[in-house]
């Protein structure tokens, strides 16, 4: 199925990339706002940055920009620059230029860090456990695995041809396929999670308590994650599925989805970072929440926290211990 020509479907994916970057550039510069500065917008001190969400921001940041730069490159190539027989459309079809290979590794490679910054988040949330992403790190070498061949393909035709390639088709679809399964479950996991020591945070805060229950912080982080989450595996579903209908509004659908996953990972930051709570007489962009629980103890740590708390020990003093951490916030 070929809908509209390359060429349209080039200057469309352009337009709606464009837009969605600048969407993506507010949203950048709220995320470094969290990362970089406290609450009094003084810059945080070097061993207080979670250098590892830092690193990541600042790599999407790179390869949404790059992507963008390159398809105003690509176009101009192709529409002002290109005097050779067979115009604009030629030139799109030139598959293994550097322009096209550049454009290619932006779109899988975000990915495949939006997909790795949610492996470890579930990682955390989960106490460490390698045993629960287990399968989800296998299926994120799949997808890594995949983007190799991708690339090697490309680099190496030497052809006219467009992503929509029959060679192409195997790796692509298998990628696609690998990160919107991957998604769906991890994303699964980490609200399962959240939801049930919500549920028993519940529990708990009804046995001991008599003031009317409110909705709890864990409940607005499963929203944050549920819908960030949802954002991003749509746009890749509506790329798989452009994809294996040979339609080249895979296009304009894999532009806008470079700019989306940096989105959905930013907005976790931002938002998680506006439901903080100060901790421990501290400025703190964590996201906490407390399970009051006899006989058990914990402290807070920062990012997003499951805690269970014992008022005192057995000398009339608390005692916090921590249990796990979930680096929703930073």
């Known amino acids: 199925m070929v809908d509209f020509p390359i060429t349209e479907a080039q200057l469309v994916g352009l337009f709606l990339e464009s837009v969605f970057w600048g969407f993506y550039l507010v949203t950048l510069v709220l995320c470094l706002r969290t990362l970089l500065f406290n609450a009094n917008l003084e810059f945080k001190r070097p061993n207080t940055l979670t250098w590892t969400m830092l690193s990541v921001t600042v790599l999407m940041g790179t390869f949404a920009t790059v992507d963008v730069a390159t398809g105003l490159l690509h176009n101009t190539q192709a529409f002002v620059l290109y005097k050779g027989q067979g115009g604009a459309t030629q030139e799109f079809s030139n598959i293994s230029d550097w322009v096209n290979i550049i454009r290619t590794v932006d779109t899988l490679v975000q990915t495949l860090l939006g997909d790795g910054m949610l492996i470890y988040r579930c990682w955390v949330v989960y106490g460490r456990s390698w045993r629960v992403v287990a399968f989800s790190i296998l299926l994120w070498c799949g997808a890594a695995g995949c983007t190799g061949m991708v690339l090697h393909l490309e680099g190496t035709l030497r052809s006219n041809a467009l992503i929509t390639s029959g060679s192409l088709h195997p790796p692509i679809t298998s990628f696609w396929l690998l990160t919107i399964t991957l998604n769906l ?3 699964g996991l980490l609200v399962f999670k959240i939801w049930r020591v919500d549920r028993e945070n519940a529990r708990f805060t009804f ?3 008599s003031a009317q229950y409110q909705p709890s912080t864990l409940r607005k982080v499963m929203r944050i994650i549920i819908e960030s989450g949802l954002m991003y595996t749509v746009v890749a579903f509506l790329v798989f599925i452009t994809y294996i209908f040979n339609s080249y509004s895979v296009y304009p659908t894999s532009d806008v989805e470079v700019q989306i996953v940096g989105i959905a990972f930013n907005l976790i930051l931002i938002r998680a970072s506006a439901n903080s709570q100060p901790m421990d007489g501290q400025n703190s962009t964590a996201v906490a929440l407390q399970i009051h629980r006899p006989h058990l103890a914990s402290d807070s740590a920062n990012g997003v926290m499951v805690t269970v708390e ?7 003093r608390k005692d ?6 979930v680096p929703l916030g930073v």
């Open 320 to 325: 916090t211990r921590s249990l796990n951490d």
């Open 310 to 316: 014992r008022e005192f020990d057995g000398r009339g």
């Open 185 to 187: 479950l991890t994303t």
């Open 207 to 209: 046995q001991t308590t």
